[in-house]
């Protein structure tokens, strides 16, 4: 069950999603065998109620939302029964904590931002007693900083910005100072540059144009360095293109037109190619269609044809996205603006 285990993470880390879910799926099998001859051995428990999360993330991972919500509850629920039954084991609660984390990022891609909401203030609420219980945790401590992070995301959406902005500084003082503490952690360096990509995001909305620039120079700055260090790791080259993309949409509103559409080119690239290596990853379909977006914007008033050819590439990858992940309101609204805007276009 734990080579499995193993081997599934390092299919996912390569971002082979297929056979990631069958080894995923082979794992649950085992320990699911031996929790039945077993029912009171805590750590084969643990491991089943593991593989439910790791099934969940994967399916998630692939559009299947619906599915995913079934395996993220299986894990909530057989972790809590453990909590319950091992309060002061900490392995334990902070795999609680982890399923509160996995319920709330489900149910705001789903669109219920209130639910979402009450799933990561029980994760905050947890992680804050397991880093004041453990102070010298430094994985705790890492873990209390994504609560902000989380509980800032659901902020913005439901347009407390400054609340957002709040939970952010709090997630970026923390990720600063274990970087500082750990500067060879990998996980440690790309939080540090997740922080600075949500301050960015919060200063944009709030028209801070010159500090939203700012702090995403220093996004691209940690992603470029970790992907150059971890070339085959597809999430750290994902980032890298997020950067791009963040500081094209910013160039634009700073009417740096230039800059903007080679940002976005840059963008357009790499997501291109992490679709064409990843076809079956919805992160890299839904990105290479919003940087068709992206570049259609740059273009609307020097070639109208050009805008017009990357709305319609736009439109035929969320036409597929929809059909492959109906469940993710998302897409279902980029699509709607998307063929709106077509329609607008064509018209003129």
């Known amino acids: 069950g734990l080579l499995a285990e193993s081997i599934g993470d390092y299919h996912t880390g ?25 029912p009171d051995e805590l750590d084969v428990q643990n491991s089943l109620a593991i593989s439910y999360s790791k099934l969940g993330s994967i399916h998630r991972k692939l559009g299947d939302l619906d599915i995913a919500l079934g395996f993220f509850e299986k894990y909530f629920e057989l972790e809590k029964s453990l909590y319950e039954s091992h309060p002061m084991n900490i392995e334990i609660a902070n795999n609680l904590a982890i399923s509160y984390s996995k319920l709330g990022s489900t149910y705001s891609s789903l669109g219920n931002l209130e639910k979402a909401l009450e799933y990561f203030e029980e994760y905050y609420s947890l992680e804050k007693h397991l880093n004041e219980s453990y102070p010298q945790s430094m994985n705790f401590t890492n873990n209390l900083a994504i609560s902000y992070s989380k509980l800032g995301s659901i902020y913005t959406k439901l347009g407390n910005l400054e609340g957002a902005l709040e939970c952010y500084e709090i997630y970026n003082t923390i990720a600063k100072s274990l970087h500082q503490a750990y500067p060879s952690n990998v996980e440690f360096s790309n939080n540090l540059a997740i922080s600075y990509s949500k301050l960015g995001a919060a200063f944009s909305y709030l028209g801070k144009l010159d500090l939203t620039l700012h702090y995403y120079e220093k996004y691209k700055s940690i992603k470029e360095e970790l992907f150059d260090r971890n070339p085959q790791n ?53 990105g290479l269609a919003i940087s068709c977006i992206y570049l259609s914007s740059c273009f609307e008033e020097k070639d109208l044809s050009k805008a017009l050819n990357y709305l319609k590439q736009a439109e035929d990858l969320y036409d597929r996205l929809v059909e492959l992940a109906p469940q993710y309101q998302a897409f279902q609204q980029n699509r709607d603006w998307v063929k709106d805007k077509i329609k607008g276009r064509e018209s003129c």
């Open 14 to 38: 390569l971002g082979n999603l297929d056979k990631a879910l069958n080894y995923y799926e082979k794992m649950n099998r085992v320990f699911y065998s031996l929790q039945v001859i077993n």
């Open 234 to 286: 597809i999430e750290f080259k994902n980032g890298l293109a997020i950067s791009y993309s963040k500081l094209g949409s910013t160039h634009k509103k700073l009417g740096n037109l230039e800059k903007a559409i080679n940002y976005f080119k840059k963008y357009h690239v790499v997501e291109k190619s992490l679709h064409e290596s990843y076809p079956k990853n919805i992160e890299f379909q839904n």
